[in-house]
């Protein structure tokens, strides 16, 4: 939410989104990561670095680093993190690996620092080859980066701007583990809503965002807007030499940024929208505008 705002506001808070936010560390040199099928893992093990080019132009879906984001407007962050089992660091990944979660934590805790009133969400929403005691040490490391920041799980009604200013609690955190379910300081699953349209075809994404416009009504969590086109394999074949941004992305943007822009008629007070390459299409102003 952009500064200066009226500190009396006892509106929920307003969230400007990408989606995987750590796609812009993804490594094109690394190893095929582990949400990847083991179709796709074999396919590109046998080609090798043109095998990683393809992939990595097709899971890529942010040119901006997090600070760049924070600066632009951004304060929703979709993460996907995954141990890796050479350096036994928590990483990025979207198709590939990615950099180190933590020094990007700590870039948020230093922007969050200079800006009092900034509220950001980080959404650990898919978290692959971590045991038990891997999840204990992210979540007592995020817990260390952020400290007081922190905001504990309550009730959507009491979440304000207000509340969040008063109390100067400026990270809320959603963990999608069962380990959370005794941890104050962290969000369950259940508190967001974030239904995938898992389509290559524009009408058919923006038939199935009006849907779940007209049927959502929850102001119990946050509810998630993806302005989002999955390439299938099919898609990928066929424009071989292309990229995510090239092909789905900036034909969309322009068509999810008009949906935006009449987003005062969606029924949820927690909305938060996504896209891929949040920089396309004046997305970021156009979402600040529906705050006001």
Not at 46 to 62: E, I, K
Not at 158 to 177: F, G, K, P
Not at 186 to 208: E, K, R, V, Y
Request: charged share 20%; aromatic share 10%.
């Amino acid at each position: 939410m952009p500064e200066g705002l009226d500190e009396s506001s006892s509106e929920p808070p307003p969230e400007i989104t990408p989606q995987q936010a750590g796609d812009s560390c993804i490594d094109p040199h690394s190893q095929v990561a582990p949400d990847q099928s083991r179709e796709i893992q074999t396919v590109v093990h046998m080609f090798g670095a043109p095998g990683r080019d393809v992939l990595y132009r097709w899971c890529v879906t942010q040119n901006l680093t997090a600070e760049q984001q924070l600066n632009a407007g951004i304060r929703y962050f979709d993460l996907r993190v995954s141990r890796q089992s050479t350096s036994g660091k928590v990483c990025f990944i979207h198709g590939l690996y990615g950099a180190d979660v933590i020094p990007c934590l700590e870039d948020i805790k230093k922007f969050l620092d200079v800006h009092k009133k900034e509220v950001v969400i980080l959404d650990f929403n898919h978290l692959y080859d971590m045991g038990p005691d891997h999840h204990t040490s992210l979540l007592h490391t995020v817990t260390e980066i952020f400290g007081s920041k922190i905001c504990p799980y309550l009730n959507m009604d009491c979440l304000t701007l207000e509340m969040l200013w008063e109390s100067e609690l400026q990270v809320i955190i959603l963990y999608h583990h069962e380990l959370v379910s005794d941890n104050p300081f962290f969000w369950p699953a259940s508190s967001i809503g974030s239904p995938w349209a898992n389509s290559t075809d524009i009408p058919q994404l923006l038939s199935f965002l009006d849907k779940h416009k007209k049927e959502n009504d929850d102001k119990e969590r946050f509810f998630c807007w993806q302005g989002i086109l999955t390439p299938s394999a099919h898609t990928i074949i066929s424009h071989f030499a292309g990229s995510l941004k090239e092909v789905l992305a900036a034909k969309l943007a322009p068509f999810f940024v008009t949906w935006v822009k009449n987003g005062k008629s969606v029924n949820c007070k927690h909305g938060i929208f996504i896209t891929d390459f949040v920089e396309m299409a004046d997305f970021i102003p156009s979402v600040i505008d529906l705050n006001y």
